[in-house]
C-alpha cells in the first residue's frame, strides 16, 4: 500500500519560515493538499493541488511537490500556526495521510 | 453556508456494530463525493471510505471487510457502519465533503464524534 512519510515534528522561531516535507514513492505525480488541526478542532484545509490556497487562508502558506517529496511552507511563522499538520494524496482511488507533523512555534 | 454533523452513540461494546449518521446541510448530498475519516486518540487521520449519491463506493482496504457507508439522499444523509468493533476502533469520527471528483481535497467537515469502543 502507498505510504506518505512526514518529520513528527518541527520546531521554528516566530516570523521565521517553517518548512514541512512530505514523501512518497514518485509523489511529484500526484496532486497533494496540506490540512491543519489544531487541539481539539477538526481539519482545515490550507494547501490542495499541490500549491493552492484555499479563500481564506493567509498568503503566508505556500506548497510546492516534486519527485518524491511535497512541502508545506510557512513564511513568518505566527504563533497560531502552531498545530498539526498533514499531508494528503490519492493512490488508485484510495485516500492516503501522513502520519503528521507537530509544528511548534517557539 | 455548508455544514456537516455527525450524530450516534458515543459508546459501543466490543463486537458489536458501530453506527453513524452524517447530516448535511448548505449543500444537496448528490453534488459531491462524501467520505468518513477517523482519528484515533493522539494519532493521525485515517479515510475509512466515501460514496457518491449513486451508491458508488470505495473503502480502505485496511476496513474494507468490516465497513458500508451508504447514502439516503431524501434525508441528506450518509451513513457509517463498523462491524465487530474492537478497542482499536476508538476514534473521533468525521464526516467530510470532497471538493471535486478525482484526486479532491476535504473541503468541509464535520466537528467529529467520539465513539469508544468498551464493554
Known amino acids: 500500500s502507498y505510504e506518505l512519510t512526514q518529520p513528527p515534528s518541527v520546531s521554528v522561531s516566530p516570523g521565521q519560515t517553517a518548512s514541512i516535507t512530505c514523501s512518497g514513492d514518485?509523489?511529484?505525480?500526484?496532486?497533494v493538499c496540506w490540512y491543519q488541526q489544531k487541539a481539539g478542532q477538526s481539519p482545515v484545509l490550507v494547501i490542495h493541488?499541490?500549491?493552492k490556497r484555499p479563500s481564506g487562508i493567509p498568503e503566508r502558506f505556500s506548497g510546492s511537490n516534486s519527485g518524491n517529496t511535497a512541502t508545506l511552507t510557512i513564511s513568518g511563522t505566527q504563533a497560531l500556526d502552531e498545530a498539526d499538520y498533514y499531508c494528503?494524496?490519492?493512490?488508485?482511488?484510495?485516500?492516503?495521510f501522513g502520519g503528521g507533523t507537530k509544528l511548534t512555534v517557539l | 453556508q455548508v455544514q456537516l454533523q455527525e450524530s450516534g452513540p458515543g459508546l459501543v461494546k466490543p463486537s458489536e456494530t458501530l453506527s453513524l449518521i452524517c447530516t448535511v446541510s448548505?449543500?444537496?448530498?448528490?453534488?459531491?463525493?462524501w467520505s468518513w475519516i477517523r482519528q484515533p486518540p493522539g494519532k493521525g487521520l485515517e479515510w475509512i471510505g466515501h460514496?457518491?449519491?449513486?451508491?458508488?463506493?470505495n473503502y480502505n482496504p485496511s476496513l474494507k471487510s468490516r465497513v458500508t457507508v451508504s447514502v439516503d439522499t431524501s434525508k441528506n444523509q450518509i451513513s457509517l457502519k463498523v462491524r465487530s468493533v474492537t478497542a482499536a476502533d476508538t476514534a473521533v469520527y468525521f464526516c467530510?465533503?470532497?471538493?471535486?471528483?478525482?484526486?479532491?481535497?476535504?473541503?468541509?467537515w464535520g466537528q467529529g464524534t467520539v465513539v469508544t469502543v468498551s464493554s
Open positions: 448548505g449543500d444537496s448530498i448528490t453534488s459531491h463525493y
Open positions: 467530510a465533503r470532497e471538493l471535486y471528483s478525482g484526486s479532491s481535497p476535504f473541503d468541509y
Open positions: 460514496i457518491y449519491y449513486s451508491g458508488s463506493t
Open positions: 514518485e509523489l511529484g505525480n500526484k496532486f
Open positions: 493541488k499541490d500549491t
Open positions: 494528503q494524496a490519492w493512490d488508485s482511488s484510495i485516500v492516503v
